[in-house]
């Protein structure tokens, strides 16, 4: 599901812009995409703080396709895939053992605000990429004869082992949670974004 936002202003209305010269057509198209902007910009504002992930994470998975002409709408989409655990503030935990030692014993997560603890998840710090530094994973199975020969020591052979990338939510599931609500704020902004700008062209 997307935010669709475009001019409604029933069969009379549009029957007097379609009067007007195209001088109007030109305003209520560059209001329905300034519209677009402004909500696809208070979208990545909110779900970044919603879920406590940056903004610049977002951006590329929250996508606008802009108005192609006066009578068309702005459309507000976000990707269906969960963003990968690592994308959210976590840290790895240890458990001290003999001589100094440490193990690993979960990993600390905080999606939404609440920071949770995942026992026997770790984290790969060559997968991934500089964004994530490392994606974290959860063994689904017992240790392969690769393992336990290090051939899958450090993510070096993760096709060959049983564990599995975990992930959080996904931006389209974060969108849809809220969408009656940018609806309604796509259809307010649009109304006030026509009147500055046929303000602007004197009409």
């Not at 919603?50 to 507000?76: C, D, F, H, M, P």
């Not at 269906?80 to 100094?100: D, M």
């Not at 014993?105 to 999606?111: E, H, R, S, T």
């Not at 993760?158 to 704020?185: E, M």
């Amino acid at each position: 599901m997307s935010v669709r936002v475009g001019f409604r202003g029933g069969r009379e209305a549009l029957k007097r812009l379609e009067a007007v010269d195209e001088k109007a057509k030109r305003a209520v198209l560059m209001a329905t995409n300034d519209t677009g902007e402004t909500l696809r910009a208070q979208i990545l504002r909110e779900m970044g703080a919603a879920v406590n992930i940056k903004r610049n994470t977002l951006r590329e998975r929250v996508i606008l396709t802009r108005a192609a002409s006066w009578s068309g709408q702005v459309r507000i989409w976000a990707r269906r895939k969960g963003l990968v655990l690592s994308h959210f503030p976590h840290r790895q935990l240890y458990r001290k053992q003999k001589k100094g030692k440490r193990r690993r014993a979960g990993v600390q997560v905080n999606v939404s605000g609440r920071t949770r603890i995942l026992p026997g998840a770790f984290i790969v710090e060559s997968a991934g990429s500089g964004s994530t530094n490392g994606l974290i994973f959860i063994r689904t199975g017992k240790r392969s004869k690769a393992e336990r020969l290090g051939m899958a020591a450090d993510g070096g052979d993760l096709s060959r082992t049983k564990i599995q990338a975990l992930y959080g939510p996904s931006p389209s599931q974060i969108l849809n949670s809220k969408l009656p609500d940018y609806q309604a704020a796509g259809q307010r902004i649009l109304r006030e974004e026509i009147v500055r700008q046929l303000k602007r062209t004197k009409l």
